[in-house]
């Protein structure tokens, strides 16, 4: 049974979400469901189903733009698209995401290019660069809008069953977190596609593909890069952190968040410098996503927060990467 001051806790954690859920239930505003906080206990003590809530977060700049097709339907196989000798038209040093960034993703591209903001600078910021002989605005070549393109395509494609690629990075990404929070370690093999594990490494439910629902496979690939490039011990921090009650929070939709506010930058044309700066659009938004995630866990502990603080943290996030992108970028 818990004690008073667990009850005062969870009394007002469940006034914070229904309040958030209550907002505004007609939005399209993609939405997290954070799991009943009683869920702390590892699968291997408790096996029952958890009750879901809906947490709308609210973005500045509006609802952002969701998938078109049922998140976890299976799709017909794509085929590689045309590009170099090998097949292959986007390098990736990771072989997974090379060959998931290489599929056939034609209609999706035509049908998100029409959102992408050009970038493309001024009269006026040219004649002050000539004047005050300052260096020229960036410009977009074929290739970065190619791959912004891409990428915004992929943040309306849907989890794929029948993709091995898919299921090997959301396979790797549970494998790293699991392994960390798991007793005994070795349940961390036992990982069915569906099922209440999915919670311990920071999901709403026992889907975790209905997460993804606003950000697509692309949510998936920062998730994997995240736990994969992150050094071991920064990622054990994080996790444990996000998983200290009653300061917990889900850190797989935290991260999922954190790519969705991504994706509107990427939209409105506001990821170009770095982009530049580090050689693509994808490493530009990989290395942002982990100095945001950081940021947001050192606010977090520094605050002492809980889940009722995790929209304005997400929205200092959103105001970071408006205002102080290059500095986050360096501190990768």
Known sequence: MPNPEEERWIEERRKVIEEWSDANPHSNVPTTRIPNPMHGMLRAVDQTPTKKYSIELRFPDGPLTSQTTLPGSVHPARRGSAGTANGHYFQNQDPLIEE?????????????ASTMTPVQPSSLDMLVSRCLCRPKPHMESHSLKRERNLLLALSTV??????????ALLRSFYTSVAALVLDPPNLVSDCPRKGNHWQDVGFQ????ATDFRGTGILGLIQLYCMAKDLPEGKLAEIVHMSRQEPHDFPLAVVGINI???????????ELLESAVTVGGYLKAMNKLYQSSLLVFCEQWREQNCTVKDCQSLLNR?????????????KSS
């Open 158 to 167: 849907s989890y794929c069953n029948a993709s091995t690629s898919q299921w």
């Open 317 to 329: 996030i959103t105001s970071l990467l408006r205002n102080s992108q290059q500095t986050l970028l």
């Open 205 to 208: 439910g026992t889907d975790p």
């Open 100 to 112: 998931i960034l290489n599929e056939d993703y034609s209609e999706e591209m035509k049908t998100v």
């Open 259 to 269: 790519t969705a506010i991504l994706i509107n930058s990427l939209r409105q044309g």
